[in-house]
C-alpha cells in the first residue's frame, strides 16, 4: 500500500445512513396519496357582475340561437317533452329550463374502483387526477415518435398504477392503433381492470361500446353493485360551437341511464371554435354545459355529471393550438366559478403543452396549466401527466416527470400548519442568535416530512452530477420508466372474475369482423 494511501482517510462507504435515507425516498412504492382535499381558498378572478352577465348572455344563447342535436330523433323528442322548441335538428330552451333541469345533478358522488381504498369522492374541495387520454402516438427517449399500440397502453397503464400522486387509471391514454378500432375499447378496459386497481373511464366512440364497458364492469364489481353504484367516468365532448352529435350523446344517455358519471365537456379552441374573447368564450361554455347535463338529467335525475371545459388559445400566425396562455388561465379560472355556481364537480387543466419533446416549453406550459387548475378549483383533472405536442403525444418520461410533480399539488393544496409544531417556537429558542438549525430537536423531528422532494430530478453537486454521466431530466425520467416497469407487480384479481373478462372479450371480438374505421 502506498504512503499517500495509508495517510488518505477512509471513504465513507455507500451503505450509510444517507444511501438508506435516498434508498428509501426512491423506492417504489404501490401506495397512492388520498384524493387532494383542498385547505387553500380557491382563486376568483371574476367578480359577481362579470358572472351574472354570463349567466345571463348563456341564457339568452340557448333560448335565442340554440343548440343542435344532430342524427338523434330521439333526443329531439326528450327535450320537446321538457318543453323545449324544437325546429329541425335545433333545440331551443326556454330561459331558467337548462338550469332547473341541471339541479337534479350531485354537487358530488364517489366513483368506485375494484379496490375500495382507492374510491374517489369527486366535487367540493376534492382534486381527483388521471393522466393523459386520447393520442395516436407515444414517444420515448429511446424509440422517438411512433403510432401507439396496446403494448404501449398497457405500460402506461401501470405507469398510473404505480404513480402515488395519481388517483385514477383514465381512459384512452393512448389509442392502441395496432388494435380494430371496433374492438380496441375491449381491450383498453381490460388493461384497467386487470393491471390496476384505480378507478377508470369507459369508453365513448359509439354506444355499443359504452353497453360494453357497463357489461364489463358488472363482471368486475357485480351486477347489483353496478346498478347502485357509480364504477365509471366517461369524457363526453361537444362539438363546438353547439353541436352535440350523436355519438357522444348515444355514449352518454348509455350512462346516464345506468347511473354511471360523465364528464360534459366543450371542446375550445379560441378564434375557431368560440370567440376570442374570455367572457365570449365563457358564455358559450356555460350554455353548451347546462344543455348537456340538463340532457343528462333528462335521461335520468340524479345522474352523475362533470362541468367540463378543454380551453385553448390558436396561435393566429399559424392555426396551431397554444397552451399555458394567460387567456387559458382566465377561461379555467372563470369556469371554475360557473361549475360551482351551477353546484357541479368541475373538470378542467391538466399537462397540456405545445411542446414535441419534454422540454423547457413543455415545462413551462405545464406549469402554468397545472397550477391554475388547482387555484382554480378543479375536481377533476384528466391529462394530469403524460401530454405532449398538443395532444397528439403521450410521451413515457414527460407521464414520469409531470407524475412526480403532482406532488406538488398535493403539498400546495395542504395549506400553512398553525400548529405549536408548526411555529416551531422551541427550535427558535434553541438555536438561538447566531447558530443553525440543522441538528435541533425540531429539525430531527420534522426534517422528513418537512420539504416536498422529487423522485426523479436531480439534487447532486455538480461534480457528483458530472460523475454519473451530467444526465438532463429526460434522462432521468426514462430510468425511473424502467424502473418502474421493471418492478411492477399486478393487483391481485380473482381468478374467475378474469376468466369470465377474458371469455367476454373473447366473444365480443368474435362477433364482428374487424373493422379500422
Not at 349 to 368: C, M
Request: glycine share 8%.
Amino acid at each position: 500500500m502506498s504512503d499517500a494511501a495509508q495517510k488518505a482517510p477512509a471513504r465513507r462507504g455507500r451503505g450509510g445512513g444517507g444511501a438508506a435515507r435516498r434508498a428509501e425516498r426512491t423506492a417504489v412504492s404501490f401506495d397512492t396519496a388520498k384524493t387532494i382535499e383542498r385547505k387553500i381558498p380557491n382563486l376568483e378572478m371574476l367578480s359577481d357582475e362579470a358572472l351574472d352577465i354570463i349567466e345571463a348572455n348563456a341564457e339568452t344563447v340557448l333560448e335565442e340561437i340554440g343548440v343542435a342535436f344532430v342524427d338523434n330523433p330521439e333526443a329531439l323528442e326528450r327535450w320537446k317533452s321538457v318543453g323545449a322548441s324544437v325546429d329541425g335538428e335545433r333545440v331551443r330552451i326556454p330561459k331558467g329550463l337548462a338550469r332547473k333541469l341541471c339541479a337534479t345533478a350531485p354537487s358530488t358522488f364517489v366513483q368506485h374502483a375494484r379496490n375500495p381504498e382507492r374510491n374517489v369522492t369527486i366535487g367540493g374541495d376534492n382534486l381527483v387526477l388521471a393522466p393523459v387520454y386520447g393520442p395516436p402516438f407515444v414517444r420515448d427517449k429511446d424509440g422517438g415518435r411512433r403510432y401507439a399500440t396496446i403494448a404501449d397502453f398497457e405500460k402506461f397503464v401501470k405507469l398510473a398504477y404505480m404513480s402515488k400522486w395519481l388517483h385514477h387509471s383514465g381512459g384512452t391514454v393512448c389509442e392502441p392503433t395496432d388494435v380494430p378500432v371496433n374492438k380496441r375499447h375491449l381491450d383498453m378496459l381490460m388493461a384497467h381492470m386487470t393491471l390496476s386497481d384505480k378507478p377508470f373511464m369507459g369508453s365513448v366512440t359509439e354506444p355499443s361500446r359504452a353497453r360494453d364497458s357497463i357489461e364489463m364492469c358488472e363482471i368486475l364489481f357485480g351486477k347489483e353493485f353496478v346498478a347502485d353504484n357509480t364504477v365509471m367516468t366517461s369524457l363526453i365532448n361537444i362539438n363546438s360551437p353547439l353541436t352535440f352529435d350523436a355519438t357522444m350523446m348515444g355514449a352518454l344517455e348509455v350512462y346516464a341511464s345506468h347511473n354511471q358519471a360523465a364528464i360534459i365537456s366543450p371542446f375550445i379552441v379560441g378564434g375557431a371554435m368560440a370567440p376570442v374573447s374570455v367572457m365570449g368564450t365563457l358564455t358559450q361554455v356555460l350554455a353548451e354545459v347546462m344543455a348537456g347535463i340538463a340532457y343528462s338529467q333528462i335521461i335520468r335525475p340524479g345522474a352523475p355529471v362533470i362541468f367540463g371545459t378543454f380551453v385553448t388559445s390558436i396561435d393566429m400566425n399559424s392555426g396551431a393550438p397554444t397552451f399555458g396562455t394567460p387567456e387559458a388561465a382566465h377561461i379555467t379560472n372563470g369556469a371554475g366559478q360557473l361549475a360551482r355556481r351551477l353546484g357541479v364537480p368541475y373538470r378542467s387543466a391538466g399537462s397540456f403543452n405545445g411542446s414535441k419533446l419534454p422540454d423547457a416549453q413543455a415545462a413551462y406550459e405545464t406549469s402554468n396549466s397545472l397550477n391554475m387548475g388547482l387555484l382554480s378549483g378543479v375536481n377533476f383533472m384528466l391529462h394530469a401527466c403524460g401530454w405532449l405536442e398538443g395532444g397528439l403525444v403521450a410521451d413515457f418520461e414527460k407521464f414520469v416527470l409531470d407524475a412526480d410533480q403532482l406532488g406538488t399539488l398535493h403539498h400546495m393544496a395542504k395549506g400553512v400548519e398553525i400548529d405549536e409544531n408548526a411555529q416551531a417556537m422551541d427550535a427558535i429558542r434553541e438555536v438561538g442568535p447566531g447558530g443553525h438549525y440543522l441538528g435541533c430537536a425540531h429539525t430531527q423531528a420534522n426534517f422528513k416530512t418537512a420539504f416536498w422532494r422529487s423522485d426523479v430530478f436531480d439534487y447532486k453537486p455538480f461534480e457528483t452530477w458530472e460523475e454519473e454521466g451530467a444526465r438532463d431530466s429526460q434522462t432521468l425520467a426514462a430510468t425511473r420508466v424502467d424502473t418502474l416497469l421493471g418492478t411492477y407487480v399486478a393487483p391481485p384479481l380473482d381468478p374467475e372474475i378474469r376468466a369470465k373478462l377474458e371469455a367476454y372479450v373473447a366473444q365480443k371480438k368474435a362477433s364482428e369482423p374487424d373493422s379500422f374505421m
